[in-house]
């Protein structure tokens, strides 16, 4: 059983560069999301999406843009990415119920 | 909307004592709280959960409890192992009639336990 997988797990950028984050689950949860990671920070909700169409805002959305066109992906890109866009990334997908399952991890590093 | 306060950032303590852990949240109108694991370079992991109908539940070694009326919950680790050493973050939400609320999650506490 997969549950949720990211690519990549290690990303180093130069500042205005963009990519995507990939995030795919095989749970047919509705519900997905991102947090980032930093230290002393805890786990902060970048964007989430409770279905294919719908997207929405967490609390620091700024410099992220995502999607979701099927219940199995929900990519996050980064369209300039700045230095204080370095963090651990993790997508997390879950049923009404409440538990989230996260993934391992994507550690980007903007330069 | 809601905030969670988690304390201590850290906590070391010797194999076989017990941990406490303890998170206070703002909206009184969350009912769903999670506690997860954080070993070193994986996603966090669920390890119990609560709900705002019970004041307390266990699972072996691990309890949590919950006091509505003052808005703070606990996660209770006894007769700890070195496996216990992780980092534990905490979390609130509003969770009703099927619909997932978003996790707002606490900082964090690294516990280390000392063979």
């Known amino acids: 059983n997969a549950g949720v997988t990211q690519t990549p797990k290690f990303q180093v950028l130069k500042t205005g560069q963009s990519m995507t984050l990939q995030c795919a689950q095989d749970?047919?949860?509705?519900?997905m999301s991102w947090y980032r990671q930093d230290p002393g920070m805890g786990l902060r909700l970048i964007h989430y999406s409770v279905g294919a169409g719908i997207t929405d805002q967490g609390e620091v959305p700024n410099g992220y843009n995502v999607s979701r066109s099927t219940t199995e992906d929900f990519p996050l890109r980064l369209l300039s990415a700045a230095p204080s866009q370095t963090s651990v990334y993790f997508c997390?997908?879950?049923?009404?119920?409440?538990?989230?399952?996260f993934g391992e991890g994507s550690r980007l590093t903007v330069l | 909307g809601e905030n969670v306060e988690q304390h201590p950032s850290t906590l070391s303590v010797q194999e076989g004592d017990s941990a406490v852990i303890k998170c206070t949240y703002s909206d009184s109108a969350s009912n769903y709280f999670p506690w997860y694991k954080q070993e070193l370079g994986k996603g966090p992991q669920l390890i119990i959960d609560i709900r705002s109908n019970v004041g307390e539940k266990k699972d072996q070694r691990i309890a949590v409890t919950l006091n509505k009326t003052a808005k703070h919950f606990s996660l209770h680790i006894t007769e700890t192992q070195p496996e216990d050493s992780a980092v534990y973050f905490c979390a609130a939400t509003v969770n009703y009639g099927g619909s997932q609320g978003n996790l707002i999650f606490g900082k964090g506490t690294k516990l280390s336990v000392k063979p």
């Open positions: 997390a997908s879950s049923y009404p119920t409440g538990e989230l399952f």
């Open positions: 749970m047919n949860h509705e519900y």
